[in-house]
């Protein structure tokens, strides 16, 4: 598939090829922060530092954006994949901070979010939809609108779930059950 800023769109088997090989994908024994074990863990970060990979994943996330008219996303995790997303769509973007400063002006994002704007929420990996659901609370307590959320990554364990029961739409690139597929 081509189209996302005149280039390839990763599908779910390149976007898995991509992290494993990018080690982003470790198999063992872990503690996720949700306080969970798997025995995957998933650290989309390892991918984004090689340029060819973060465009590779912008590009996928930018296929799926449709009219918002910006982007957000929680820092650490998100923070590449929103400005090089928000680059290929000449859009604006936030970045969510996980604890509101404490000196200044003491926000919890850094951006505009115009009151009644609409807001495209991209993450990396989601696991329940804790982080993402936060992200919500930060976007709607500004007053801009968000109705979608996107992550390169869902381990299916509950965020789409739990972000309809607060009126979001949830989308992955890749499913936990597909990254799995990938590494046979």
């Known amino acids: 598939m081509t189209d996302a800023a005149d280039g390839p769109v990763w599908g779910p088997t390149e976007i898995a090829r991509e992290l494993i090989d990018a080690g982003a ?32 994943l912008a590009r996928a ?21 929103v400005v ?9 973007y936030v970045v969510l901070r996980k604890v509101a400063k404490e000196h200044g002006t003491r926000q919890a994002f850094e951006g505009e979010l115009p009151a009644g704007s ?11 939809g804790g982080s993402v659901v936060r992200s919500v609370e930060i976007v709607r307590g500004a007053g801009a609108r ?8 869902d381990r299916e364990e509950g965020a ?4 309809a029961s607060v009126g979001v739409r949830f989308e992955a690139l890749l499913t936990m059950a597909e990254l799995r597929a990938a590494r046979r």
């Open 25 to 56: 994908v470790r198999f063992g024994e872990f503690t996720l922060a949700s306080g969970a074990k798997s025995d995957v863990y998933v650290d989309v970060k390892r991918a984004w530092p090689e340029p060819r990979r973060l465009r590779g």
């Open 160 to 163: 789409a779930a739990r972000l």
């Open 61 to 81: 996330l930018a296929a799926r954006a449709g009219r918002e008219e910006r982007l957000a996303g929680m820092e650490l995790g998100a923070v590449p994949l």
């Open 84 to 92: 090089a997303t928000a680059l290929l769509l000449d859009r604006p």
């Open 146 to 153: 968000v109705e979608r959320a996107v992550a390169v990554v």
């Open 118 to 128: 609409s807001v495209l929420l991209l993450e990396d990996v989601t696991t329940t």
